[in-house]
């Protein structure tokens, strides 16, 4: 009987076994070799390129199974031949290590099992560190597996542990800065990816800068305290210490924080301020490592504006006997220039502008420094200071030379006396005063401002003479102890002014009285006087004067004779005799000491006169 075609074998059955610790491994690929086949040798087994899989020698593989759940595999048809199996397993997060390495094995004309059964010597596994849920990977992290520093992450935080065994862990990881729980985990061959470390907190530090303590404060701590606890939650808050810099550094967790700087009372009261006074930081998936708290220091500053270009002019700062002062000369522009003053202290000041030559509308102004810096202070020319020195009170006249007439009139004492001129120049200065001066007319420039000094050398003695009726010789002698010629004055004219005539005084020959005379000498201080004066018609009372002329002040009118009309006796003796003496009183004793008369020759007669101030 024919039964047909022969039946031919086209091989046999190929199997094997993967285990890890009596575990069996599901997933592990076993690639097949052989020198005598090619792949259309081979069926029923997967001959697509493996991923990631690279052969040894070089050689191309045939094809390859994988283990099932239960960790065996199976290369169904084989041919009667020599082979060799390459265990590979390679996912996204895990590679096995798997022994033998290599399995050579013969096909004859029956099954082949696999001996020994493949064991998983180890295993690697993956894993990834964030910063915060799918935040980014943290690089660099320390990974320690039970107490063990392993490895490092890389720069998108992952990290890879190679072989592991079947087995309970404890995970850490280590960064600067960024804080981790610890992961406790079971690892297996089936279980390659290891959860997501998220980063639980970060470190939140900074610095206190404080580079100049106030003057009333004896010392200060060498360490600081920082407050710091979650906005709206001042219950949680927790203080730590600085070091001796002034850095701190602490852990917190996310969100959003309050930082303050403590400072105590007698710093607070001393002027010690803290810039910012407190502030709010955020942390969500970084730390932050420069929370800067300076000491407040202000800055001060203005301008000065003047008439003409400033020039180097200084300012000075004085914090009023709490520390040094300190001194800025302005930064000139035009007619102006500004000046700063930097880190300043808070508390109360003057600023003073360093220029005595020159008007200011104000030349010191007060400041407080609190909490803010200061700007706006301004100084601002208003005109020259004339600064005079007199020895004598006087009214000073003032001219510019460009301009015609007085600018201007002051009134100054004596001593040092300092007013403003308005406009830069050439001035010229008369004195209207009792005293007489050095020079007439001063001159004094403006762009050369220096001390001026009128010495009075001369003072003007004042006299009066007044009289009963209008004479026209009337005249003073002035004798001086230091000159030596005398000073005569006049003859004199009455300052009583005409009277108009009346119907009446028609017919009279002069006025009535009194009349007034005015006279007047330029004298040196403690000069003495000898003051008389004569007419042909009047008597003067009295008939002459001596006097010190004080210069200190005004002499004034320190000289008052009365002039008036005398009696004239003329008499002759009988017979005629020379060298009688005569006197005369008057019947009333009105004249207490009598007048005596000696008889001489008289134009060719013997006779006496007598002149006597009684009134007639």
Not at 37 to 52: R, T
Not at 460 to 487: N, W
Request: charged letters at 25%.
């Amino acid at each position: 009987m024919d039964v047909g075609a022969s039946i031919v074998i086209s091989g046999f059955k190929v199997k094997g076994n993967v285990q890890s610790e009596g575990t069996p491994v599901k997933g592990v690929n076993f690639v097949l070799f052989s020198v005598l086949f090619n792949k259309e040798d081979i069926h029923n087994c997967e001959k697509a390129p493996l991923s990631g899989f690279a052969s040894p020698d070089g050689t191309q593989p045939l094809c390859y199974v994988t283990s099932k759940e239960d960790g065996s595999f199976l290369f169904p048809s084989l041919p009667v031949g020599e082979f060799y199996v390459i265990p590979f397993y390679k996912g996204e997060h895990i590679r096995f290590d798997v022994v033998p390495a290599k399995l050579e094995f013969r096909v004859h004309h029956a099954p082949v099992t696999l001996e020994p059964v493949f064991q998983v010597a180890g295993f690697s596994v993956s894993g990834q560190v964030l910063n915060s849920e799918k935040g980014q990977g943290v690089s660099g992290a320390e990974i320690t597996v039970n107490g063990k520093q392993v490895t490092k992450t890389s720069n998108d935080g992952t990290y890879h542990l190679e072989n592991m065994k079947t087995g309970e862990y404890k995970i850490s990881v280590t960064k600067e800065n960024i804080y981790f729980e610890d992961l406790d985990v079971k690892i297996t061959p089936n279980t390659p990816q290891l959860p997501v470390i998220i980063a639980t907190g970060f470190s939140l530090c900074g610095q206190i800068i404080i580079d100049k303590l106030p003057d009333s404060l004896s010392r200060s701590p060498m360490k600081r305290r920082v407050i710091i606890y979650p906005e709206g939650k001042n219950s949680e808050a927790i203080s730590i210490a600085t070091e001796t810099d002034g850095k701190f550094c602490t852990k917190v967790g996310k969100g959003k924080f309050i930082v303050k700087v403590h400072l105590t009372d007698e710093e607070t009261k001393a002027g010690l301020l803290i810039s910012p006074n407190e502030k709010v930081v955020t942390l969500v998936n970084t730390p932050i490592l420069d929370v800067t708290f300076s000491q407040f220091r202000a800055s001060i500053s203005g301008k000065v504006t003047c008439l003409e270009k400033c020039g180097a002019i200084e300012v000075l700062l004085d914090p009023l006997g709490r520390g040094e002062k300190e001194k800025k000369t302005i930064t000139e522009s035009g007619k102006g220039g500004n000046f700063i003053f930097d880190k300043v202290m808070p508390g109360k000041y003057k600023v003073t502008l360093l220029h005595d030559s020159w008007c200011w509308k104000d030349k010191t102004l007060d400041v407080e420094v609190v909490d803010t810096d200061i700007s706006g202070i301004e100084f601002v020319q208003t005109g020259y200071i004339l600064k005079c020195s007199i020895s004598h009170e006087v009214k000073l006249h003032f001219a510019h030379e460009k301009k015609e007439g007085n600018v201007g009139s002051f009134n100054l004492n004596k001593g040092t006396n300092r007013f403003c001129l308005a406009q830069p120049g050439v001035y010229r200065l008369t004195m209207d005063s009792c005293h007489k001066f050095e020079k007439d007319v001063y001159t004094y420039d403006t762009s050369n401002p220096e001390l001026l000094t009128l010495t009075a050398v001369k003072h003007l003695v004042e006299g009066q003479i007044e009289t009963e009726q209008r004479v026209d010789d009337i005249v003073v002698t002035i004798i001086s102890q230091t000159d030596k010629e005398p000073v005569t004055l006049g003859p004199l004219k009455s300052v009583t002014p005409e009277s108009k005539p009346s119907k009446d005084s028609i017919d009279k020959q002069q006025d009535t009285g009194p009349f007034v005379y005015k006279f007047s000498h330029w004298a040196r201080s403690g000069e003495k006087l000898e003051v008389s004066v004569k007419s042909k018609e009047l008597l003067f009372s009295p008939p002459k004067t001596d006097i010190t002329v004080q210069g200190d002040t005004c002499p004034g009118e320190i000289v008052k004779i009365i002039g008036k009309r005398g009696l004239f006796i003329i008499g002759r003796m009988k017979p005629a005799l020379a060298g009688v003496n005569i006197s005369v009183v008057t019947i009333d004793r009105s004249l207490m000491d009598p007048l005596y008369v000696e008889t001489g020759c008289y134009w060719g007669f013997q006779g006496w006169s007598i002149t006597w101030g009684k009134t007639v």
